[in-house]
T-cell receptor
Framework: NAGVTQTPKFRVLKTGQSMTLLCAQDMNHEYMYWYRQDPGMGLRLIHY???????AKGEVPDGYNVSRLKKQNFLLGLESAAPSQTSVYFC????????????FGEGSRLTVL | GNSVTQMEGPVTLSEEAFLTINCTYTATGYPSLFWYVQYPGEGLQLLLK?????DKGSNKGFEATYRKETTSFHLEKGSVQVSDSAVYFCALSDSGTSYGKLTFGQGTILTVHP
């Protein structure tokens, strides 16, 4: 029972490099989210998607892009990485409507040198 | 906008001690409230939730009551175990068209010693 799977789990980048984080869920959830976790700041929403082909900005979207070409996948891209993007990134998903539980991946730790 | 404030941590307790982690919130309307737990090296998982005033969420010996008059959702457990060591996050989901987005508190690190 995979749930929400994130790849890669660890990555080190140099300033200016680009990369993509992949999130895949096998629960047929409509909504998907990307959060970043920084010490003392909790989780902050970067971007989210309410369905295939749709994306929207969250609280801290600058420097990131996302795509949701398939319902089960939600990609987070960094076009030109900066040290301020050093963080742990979490993907989450849930069903639409009601007060459904968010299901989280195990996180991806990104370090930008 | 919405916000969630948790008590400052970290919290260190001995096994079987009583636990309280304070959480207060600011929101428009009638939010749903959640506690999530993050064990070392893992993602967050739902611990308990409450969707309306005076509701009590409970799970694994943890409890929290939705208090609209004090805008609070404090987490309690009568007797903690070493296995409860984790980071605890309070969160809210606005009742409006928020598409399930959660606003999180900063997290409270709990360490329980034998």
């Amino acid at each position: 029972n995979a749930g929400v799977t994130q790849t890669p789990k660890f990555r080190v980048l140099k300033t200016g490099q680009s990369m993509t984080l992949l999130c895949a869920q096998d629960m047929n959830h409509e909504y998907m989210y990307w959060y970043r976790q920084d010490p003392g700041m909790g989780l902050r929403l970067i971007h989210y998607s309410v369905g295939e082909g749709t994306t929207a900005k969250g609280e801290v979207p600058d420097g990131y892009n996302v795509s949701r070409l398939k319902k089960q996948n939600f990609l987070l891209g960094l076009e030109s990485a900066a040290p301020s993007q050093t963080s742990v990134y979490f993907c989450a998903s849930r069903t639409s409507g009601g007060t459904g539980e968010l299901f989280f991946g195990e996180g991806s730790r990104l370090t930008v040198l | 906008g919405n916000s969630v404030t948790q008590m400052e941590g970290p919290v260190t307790l001995s096994e079987e001690a009583f636990l309280t982690i304070n959480c207060t919130y600011t929101a428009t309307g009638y939010p749903s409230l959640f506690w999530y737990v993050q064990y070392p090296g893992e993602g967050l998982q739902l611990l308990l939730k409450a969707t309306k005033a005076d509701d009590k969420g409970s799970n694994k010996g943890f409890e929290a009551t939705y208090r609209k008059e004090t805008t609070s959702f404090h987490l309690e457990k009568g007797s903690v175990q070493v296995s409860d060591s984790a980071v605890y996050f309070c969160a809210l989901s606005d009742s409006g068209t928020s598409y399930g987005k959660l606003t999180f508190g900063q997290g409270t690190i709990l360490t329980v010693h034998p």
